[in-house]
């Protein structure tokens, strides 16, 4: 709750839409906490110190001078205020992992790991730009799974049945020790959320873990099977609708009737369901 408290003060257009406790899983009772960040819409759960937040899945966070009121001088102030006001908060207790000043990709971008240990990168978008929603999930393939990001867009694009590719950048000769021709920037859409992937050939000592996983609602039992059938690489790691893909990354594949009755339903309810989940792996 604290930290759903600290992003929703932190960005704009953002608030908590629901607050809940599972009780007796593994991890002892562990609070849920709905909320969204700038209208896009995240799950919290405090769930014990199994798996901490790295790098390998961070948040970039556009600043586009068209999401603020005015005229055009005057939405870039404001877009550059805003992220700033956002840096400062985020490195209260934080770190940048690299600083904030102009790149050749952005006039303005930093990238920091919060007190928490999430990363976000806050970026000032060129309005003349194709449009991208403020928040974008952005997955580094790198350790074990460098080189793979190309693989995993058309793998994902393929699995999803609405999707689109959008912007891809590779790296060039002599950006070492990253390979030129891998994946400096892409991003790409799947129904209606946008993802950005890219390769890092550094020494960064992380790899995906359980911290942060994409969540797909399904509306019926073929579509969970679909999903799950699709996606699910790592046997030993599914649980409670949870699954790794074959790059690592974890999924929940839920359904619309679950969400709706640990939303609504009573205290007892959520229980019984939580017994019965927690026994299941799909």
């Known amino acids: 709750m604290e930290a759903a408290d600290f992003y929703t003060a932190v960005f704009p257009d953002s608030q908590i839409t629901h607050t809940s406790t599972i009780r007796d899983t593994p991890s ?17 759960i405090n769930a014990g110190p199994l798996f901490r937040f790295n790098p390998s899945m961070s948040f970039i966070v556009n600043y586009d001078p068209l999401f603020f009121k005015g005229k055009p001088e005057e939405q870039e102030a404001a877009a550059r205020e805003s992220l700033e006001k956002a840096w400062q908060r985020l490195m209260d207790g934080g770190k940048a992992l690299m600083p904030m000043g102009e790149y050749s990709f952005s006039r303005q971008y930093g990238w920091v790991q919060d007190q928490y240990g999430l990363s976000w990168q806050l970026m000032l978008t060129e309005p003349t730009g194709d449009p991208r929603p403020a ?11 460098l080189g793979r990001a190309e693989e995993a867009i058309h793998f994902y694009t393929a699995v999803f049945k609405v999707s689109k590719p959008g912007t891809l ?12 021709g891998t994946i400096m ?5 799947l ?3 946008w993802l950005a992937v890219m390769d890092s050939a550094h020494q960064h000592g992380f790899e995906f873990n359980e911290s942060v996983s994409l969540m797909v609602t399904c509306d019926d039992q073929a579509e969970i099977d679909y999903y799950w059938n699709r996606l ?3 046997p030993e790691a599914e649980q409670c609708g949870w699954l790794k893909d074959k790059f690592g990354f ?9 969400e709706k009755l640990m939303k609504e ?3 007892d309810q959520v229980d019984r369901i939580t017994k019965a989940f927690l026994r299941m792996k799909k």
């Not at 562990?30 to 209208?39: A, E, G, K, P, S």
């Not at 920037?185 to 859409?189: E, Q, V």
């Not at 974890?250 to 679950?258: D, G, R």
């Open 135 to 145: 928040i974008l999930p952005s997955l580094m393939f790198t350790g074990k799974t």
């Open 28 to 44: 002892g009772d562990c609070d849920i906490v709905h909320f969204t960040l700038w209208n896009k819409e995240f799950i919290a």
């Open 169 to 180: 950048a590779r790296y060039p000769e002599g950006m070492d020790p990253d390979k030129a």
């Open 265 to 267: 339903g009573t205290p």
């Open 185 to 189: 920037f892409a991003d790409f859409k």
């Open 191 to 193: 129904e209606d959320t």
């Open 232 to 234: 699910s690489a790592i």
């Open 250 to 258: 974890s999924w929940q594949i839920t359904s619309t009737v679950l």
